[in-house]
């Protein structure tokens, strides 16, 4: 018996012996009049057995039909043996047309031992931080390294931006390594797609701040995505810890999860496809899984430059100075300046070169574009020699025996001595001379 029915006797045995009226035993056990009398006389009847519920132990009329339980088990042991229950119970109704609650899969995978009960996460001491009130007023960003296709493509990258108000996710994309072009790449899109955003929340990563120990030469004081954002007018904030920007960690979690078996499932095998295919995926999971904002306004706000300004920006800036001649480098690459006018002028300038693999090279001096050549610049070195000429000059070398030196050398020189003091060999010369014979007596 239940905690339910031991109350239910223990009132219904005092309405039995009178102690109780019919009135409050129905107000206490929370039913009508009429039902305490049946129960009195199903307790009179047929004992304490008569106040329990007559459909314990029998199966109920609104459960699942026992051949489409057989079906979806199948299917799932088939097609979706490592899903979860939720994202299993989504691909039965969307893809077989199969009906079942989240639990309903559930239990079924447990007996069939499929998934395996999971224990509940301990206590969690972090602090929780509300949400922004609008979209686009904080996008949390990360980079997710894993095996997202499962060995049909190398092991890539993806960029994650996810707004903090709704939880929705903004941009998505697959790149071989987390670095700082991908991220420009991704905002650009992002800023032509949605606007400006207020701020962006990243972690600690050398591309977002600068993390030597040795901060005073002001070339790198900020990292070049710092500066980008800075022309951009976006607050760029760094967080201290993983939980801090857990809403994009979580993110993490369930892409690798259902993103994983997402692209298993349509046959995705190469990143370029996958990027294809993103925006549709995204649609579907901020149907399923983004939170309206508690404001409805948009904290977006829209680019007014054009598309070549935005890149420019969202391109590597190398900061060099112009020779006499009007020249500079960078790896390994000579830039000349060839100006219309103002060639005196731009002797000894501060020019930025300005670098992106997706658009032509720039040189930028207050804010003009000037035209220049490049060139590969000349590298000095030696004549090449024969391999085996060299060994030659080597053996030489070692077996080379050191020519004997002039008298006059500073190694043939005696060592001096203090003035009334005799040399150290001069000691000794008693030792070497001949010992004198006695004369006989």
Wanted: proline content about 6%; aromatic content about 4%.
């Amino acid at each position: 018996m239940t905690a339910k029915d031991v109350l239910r006797s223990q009132v219904m045995a005092q309405v039995v012996e009178g102690k109780l009226d019919q009135a409050s035993a129905a107000s206490r056990l929370g039913i009508s009049v009429r039902q305490v009398k049946r129960l009195k006389r199903r307790l009179q009847d047929e004992g304490t057995q008569g106040l329990l519920s007559k459909k314990r132990s029998v199966p109920s009329n609104r459960r699942t039909p026992p051949d489409v339980m057989a079906k979806a088990i199948a299917l799932i042991g088939k097609h979706y043996a490592d899903f979860g229950p939720t994202l299993a119970c989504e691909k039965l109704q969307e893809l077989h047309e199969i009906k079942l609650s989240v639990e309903t899969v559930r239990q079924a995978m447990l007996g069939a031992g499929l998934w395996k009960a999971r224990r509940g996460a301990g206590i969690r001491t972090h602090a929780i931080r509300e949400r922004r009130a609008r979209r686009g007023e904080l996008i949390q960003i990360d980079g997710s390294p894993h095996d997202w296709f499962e060995g049909r493509a190398p092991r890539c990258c993806l960029l994650v931006f996810i707004d903090d108000a709704t939880s929705e996710l903004m941009a998505l994309r697959f790149v071989d390594t987390e670095t700082t072009l991908g991220y420009m790449g991704l905002l650009e899109q992002y800023v032509l797609e949605h606007g400006l955003p207020a701020a962006i929340y990243s972690d600690r990563h050398s591309i977002f701040q600068v993390n030597r120990g040795d901060r005073q030469d002001v070339s790198h004081t900020q990292t070049q995505f710092a500066r980008a954002l800075e022309q951009l007018g976006i607050e760029g904030i760094q967080a201290n810890s993983p939980q801090a920007k857990g809403r994009v960690e979580r993110a993490n979690q369930t892409l690798q999860d259902r993103l994983v078996k997402e692209m298993r499932l349509q046959g995705i095998d190469s990143q370029e496809q996958a990027n294809a295919w993103l925006p549709q995926f995204m649609r579907a999971l901020n149907r399923r899984f983004a939170v309206t904002p508690s404001l409805p306004s948009d904290a977006h706000v829209p680019y007014a430059g054009t598309e070549a300004a935005l890149r420019r920006i969202l391109s590597i800036h190398s900061p060099r100075r112009l020779s006499s001649n009007l020249s500079c480098q960078l790896d390994g690459l000579l830039y000349q300046v060839q100006p219309a006018d103002r060639g005196l002028a731009l002797r000894g300038a501060d020019v930025t070169i300005v670098t992106n693999p997706a658009s032509p090279t720039e040189v930028l001096w207050q804010g003009r574009i000037l035209p220049h050549t490049l060139s590969s610049k000349a590298i000095r070195q030696q004549e090449a020699v024969d391999g085996k000429e060299v060994n030659r000059k080597v053996d030489r070398a070692l077996n080379r025996r050191t020519p004997p030196q002039p008298v006059g050398h500073p190694w043939k020189k005696k060592m001096s001595t203090a003035p009334g003091k005799a040399p150290p060999c001069a000691q000794f010369e008693h030792i070497k001379a001949p010992l004198a014979l006695a004369p006989a007596s």
